[in-house]
C-alpha cells in the first residue's frame, strides 16, 4: 500500500476533484455581497448624482470660457505693452486705441513706479493697490458686487500699465424654479452674482460656499451638498437641498461658484438588492450540493475503492454512486478485483446512475438560474430627466457653440490683425509672419499668401488643401465645398496690394472642441449637412432624422432647443444650438446638435438598471468559467477512463492506461494500470505497477548503495 501511494498523483492547488465547486461557490456569495451592497447604494444626501455631474460639467464650462476671455484679453494689453515700449510718447493715443469699442475695459492707466498717479489714463479711476510688484499678475476684485480683474504687466520704462477688465459671464438660461445663482467668489470670502437670483446671508450657506471653493485647491471642481429641508415657498411637498459647485478660473485667483436648489429623491428601501443577492446565495448553495453529491463523493469514494483492489487488500461491498461513469469503473476494479479474468466478467445489471455530465450542466443551470432571477431583478430605465439637468446641458450646448464660433471668429480677427502689421511686407517678410501665426494659433493647419489670380505666393504650415483659385470678394470664414472627404473650412483676408491672406482651419482642433460635452455632437450647416461629428461620419452626409431636422431648424433662428425625445428609437436628450448669430462665423449658418442618451445619466433607476445588468453578466461569466474548468479538466477525464474501463472489461488488457491530470482521476487510472498488469502478468504486480508503459519485459532491480572509500584522507567514490 505505501508503495502504491508514492506511485499515485497527488492534487495540487486547484486541481482537486472539489476544487471547482468551492472556488465558485465562493465567488458567487462574493458576488452577492457586491450586488447587494452596489445596487443598495443611494445618492449622496438624497441629491441624484446625475444633477451633480451636470452641475460639475456646467460650472467647468464657465470657468474654462472665462479663462479663455481673459487670455484674449491679456493677449490685447501685451499688444498695447508692445506698442507703448515703441513709442511710449504716444501713451494715451495706445490706451485709447485698446478701449474702444470694447465696453469689457472699464479702465486702463500707467503708474509711475511707486507713484499713484496716472501719467495717462483713460475711464474710471484705476486704483493701484498698496505694495503692487513690478510684475505680471492678475488682482481679483469683487467689491459693490461688480466682479472685475486688474491686470498688471510692467513696462520697459519701468512704469505698470494697469487696466481693469470687467469678468462678465456670457449669458446663461438658468432654472428659476431652482434659484439658481452663478457667483464668482476671491479667496478672501467676498463674493458677486455675476448671474441668477440673490443670495442671503445665511452662515450655515457661506460655509459651504467656502468649503467648495477651498476644495478646488484640491481638485479641479469641487461639490458641496447642504441639509435636506422643505422649500420656503411651500409650492412642493419635496424637500430641496442647496447644491454648490465651485471651479478655479485658471490661476487667476477666483472661483466660479453655482448655487441651486434642487428636489431631494427619498432613498426608500427596495427589495431589488436583496432578490439578486439571494438567487446567488441559493446557486453558490446548489452549485456545492450538486457537484459534492453528483462528482466529488462518488470519485472520492472510488479512489478508495481503486487504492483497495491495486493495492491488493480486501476491497469491500463495490460502491454505489449517482455517477454513472463511476459505477462503470467500479464494475470493471470489482471484476479484477474478483479474480476472473476479463473476458470472462460478466454484468449481470447495469451500470446505473446519472452521468456526470448531468450534475456538471445541473450546475451551471444554477448558476444560469442566478443570472436569470438578477435580470428579473432590472427594472425600466429612467425615460426622463431632472429639469436641471436639462438646462445645464442647453448652457453647456451653448458653450460648444459659442467655443466653434469663438475659434472661427478668433482665427479671421487675427488675419486680419496680421494683414494690418504686415500689408506691404515682402515675400520672406510675410513667410516669417504665418510662420509666426501657425506657432501661436493651433487652429490653423495651414496659411499661405494667395495672388491676384489665385496661385500660392508663400506658404507655412501643411500643404493647402485648398485649390489654387481667387479668393472670393471680402474677407471672412468660408467652407470651400460641399463635397470630398474632409471639410476645408478657411479665414482670408484681402490685403491693398491684391494680394490676400488665407488660413485654413484643422478640421482635428475643430472636432476637439465638440468633445467638451459627453454625446454625440454633431455640426450642420444650413442644408443639414454634416460637417463635423464626435461619433464618426461621412463629410457632408445629409441628416434625414426628423427630430434631429426639428432640432437644427429651430437653432438656425436664434433659439435653442432642448427636448427628451425619441431618436431612431432610443430614448435621448435632444440639443441645438446655433454657432454664430453675428461676427465672421455666422455667415456659415452653422449650427451644434447633441444628443445623450437618458440611460447615460446617472439617475437612481438606470443606475440600478445598469447595476443589475452588471451582475448578470458576470455572473454568466462565473457559470461559463464552472463549465469549462469541469468539462476540461475533470469530465473528459473521468468519461475517458470509464471508456478505458469498458475495454478492459471486454478482456483487452494490451492498452496502457495512463492518467490525464494529477488529481483524483488520474489516481484512479494508475489504480487501474496496477490492476490491469496484475491480470497480465500475475498477482505480485500488486501493490505497485513496475512502469506504466511499454518496457513490462524489463525487470526491476534495487541497486545497493556503493560504500565510500578513503585515500590519503580523502574521501573518494567508486570511479573517480
Known amino acids: 500500500m505505501i508503495s502504491l501511494e508514492k506511485q499515485l498523483p497527488r492534487p495540487r492547488m486547484l486541481t482537486g476533484i472539489g476544487t471547482p465547486a468551492l472556488v465558485v461557490s465562493v465567488l458567487l456569495v462574493l458576488l452577492a455581497v457586491f450586488a ?37 484679453s491679456r493677449d490685447e494689453l501685451s499688444r498695447t505693452v508692445e506698442a507703448y515700449d515703441k513709442r511710449p510718447d504716444h501713451a494715451a493715443a495706445q490706451l485709447a486705441a485698446l478701449t474702444q469699442d470694447q465696453p469689457k475695459w472699464r479702465s486702463a492707466a500707467i503708474f509711475a513706479p511707486g507713484g499713484q498717479t496716472a501719467s495717462a489714463a483713460v475711464g474710471q479711476p484705476v486704483p493701484l493697490p498698496p505694495g503692487t510688484l513690478p510684475t505680471r499678475a492678475a488682482l481679483p476684485l469683487v467689491d459693490g ?63 459651504l460656499i467656502r468649503q467648495a471653493v477651498d476644495g ?22 419635496t424637500a430641496v437641498a442647496p447644491l454648490i459647485t465651485a471651479d478655479a478660473v485658471g490661476k487667476l485667483g477666483f472661483a466660479i461658484v453655482s448655487l441651486v436648489y434642487t428636489d431631494v429623491v427619498d432613498s426608500a428601501v427596495t427589495w431589488e438588492p436583496m432578490i439578486a443577492a439571494l438567487a446567488l446565495l441559493v446557486a453558490a448553495v446548489a452549485v456545492l450540493l450538486i457537484l459534492h453529491h453528483g462528482l466529488s463523493r462518488p470519485v472520492r469514494r472510488l479512489l478508495a475503492y481503486a487504492k483497495a483492489v491495486a493495492s ?26 474478483s479474480g476472473q479474468r476479463p473476458r470472462a ?226 430614448r435621448s436628450l435632444l440639443l441645438a444650438a446655433p454657432v454664430a448669430l453675428d461676427g465672421s462665423a455666422a455667415q456659415l449658418e452653422w449650427t451644434v446638435v447633441a444628443e445623450r442618451p437618458v440611460t447615460g445619466f446617472a439617475l437612481p433607476g438606470n443606475q440600478m438598471h445598469h447595476g443589475a445588468l452588471l451582475v448578470a453578466v458576470v455572473a454568466v461569466g462565473v457559470g461559463l468559467l464552472l463549465f469549462g474548468w469541469l468539462y476540461f479538466f475533470q469530465l473528459r477525464p473521468l468519461r475517458n477512463l470509464a471508456r478505458e474501463a469498458t475495454v478492459l472489461m471486454g478482456g483487452d488488457t494490451s492498452r496502457v492506461v495512463s492518467p490525464r491530470w494529477h488529481d483524483e482521476v488520474g489516481a484512479v487510472a494508475v489504480c487501474l494500470e496496477v490492476c490491469r498488469q496484475a491480470a497480465l502478468h500475475g498477482e505480485q504486480r500488486l501493490g505497485g505497477a513496475a512502469r506504466l508503459r511499454g518496457t513490462e519485459g524489463i525487470p526491476t532491480t534495487i541497486m545497493n548503495k556503493v560504500p565510500e572509500r578513503r585515500h590519503g584522507g580523502q574521501t573518494r567514490r567508486r570511479g573517480d
Open 312 to 337: 491488493g487488500n480486501s476491497p469491500g461491498t463495490p460502491p454505489r454512486t449517482p455517477n454513472a461513469q463511476v459505477n462503470r469503473i467500479v464494475e470493471a476494479l470489482s471484476a479484477l478485483a
Open 216 to 237: 478646488t485647491a484640491r481638485q479641479a471642481t469641487a461639490s458641496r451638498v447642504g441639509p435636506a429641508a422643505p422649500p420656503a415657498d411651500r409650492s412642493s411637498n
Open 345 to 570: 466478467a460478466v454484468r449481470d445489471r447495469s451500470s446505473g446512475g446519472v452521468p456526470a455530465g448531468g450534475a456538471v450542466v445541473l450546475a451551471v443551470v444554477a448558476v444560469l438560474g442566478a443570472a436569470g432571477g438578477v435580470m428579473a431583478t432590472l427594472i425600466p430605465a429612467e425615460r426622463d430627466l431632472p429639469s436641471q439637468v436639462i438646462r445645464d446641458s442647453e448652457n453647456q450646448v451653448g458653450a460648444v457653440a459659442d467655443a466653434v464660433g469663438d475659434t472661427l471668429d478668433g482665427g479671421y480677427r487675427k488675419l486680419v490683425l496680421l494683414g494690418g502689421e504686415n500689408g506691404r511686407a515682402d515675400t520672406d517678410q510675410m513667410r516669417g509672419a504665418l510662420a509666426r501665426l501657425l506657432d501661436e494659433n493651433n487652429r490653423f493647419r495651414s496659411a499661405y499668401v494667395l495672388s491676384a489670380n489665385g496661385s500660392v505666393v508663400t506658404r507655412a504650415g501643411r500643404k493647402p488643401l485648398r485649390p489654387e483659385i481667387a479668393a472670393p470678394g471680402e474677407g471672412g470664414v468660408v467652407l470651400h465645398d460641399v463635397q470630398g472627404r474632409i471639410p476645408i473650412v478657411y479665414a482670408y483676408h484681402p490685403l491693398s496690394d491684391g494680394r490676400s491672406l488665407v488660413a485654413e482651419f484643422d478640421v482635428r482642433y475643430l472636432s476637439r472642441l465638440l468633445e467638451r460635452m459627453n454625446g454625440r455632437l454633431r455640426v450642420l450647416d444650413v442644408d443639414r449637412r454634416d460637417i463635423l461629428d464626435t461619433g464618426g461620419y461621412l463629410a457632408f452626409d445629409q441628416i434625414t432624422t426628423p427630430v434631429v431636422e426639428t432640432a437644427h431648424a429651430q437653432a438656425l433662428t436664434g433659439r435653442a432647443y432642448a427636448e427628451v425625445t425619441d431618436v431612431d428609437g432610443a
Open 145 to 207: 458686487n461688480a466682479p472685475r480683474l486688474l491686470l498688471v504687466e510692467p513696462l520697459a520704462d519701468g512704469k505698470l500699465l494697469i487696466a481693469e477688465l470687467d469678468l462678465n459671464v456670457r449669458s446663461l438660461r438658468l432654472e428659476p424654479r431652482a434659484k439658481q445663482a452663478i457667483l464668482i467668489v476671491v479667496p478672501d470670502g467676498g463674493r458677486a452674482l455675476a448671474q441668477g437670483a440673490p443670495v442671503q446671508d445665511q452662515p450655515e450657506l457661506d460655509a
Open 36 to 72: 447587494f451592497a452596489y445596487l443598495s447604494q443611494g445618492d449622496a444626501n438624497g441629491v441624484p448624482k446625475a444633477v451633480v455631474d451636470s452641475q460639475r460639467e456646467f460650472v467647468h464650462e464657465i470657468s474654462r470660457g472665462l479663462n479663455n476671455s481673459v487670455a484674449r
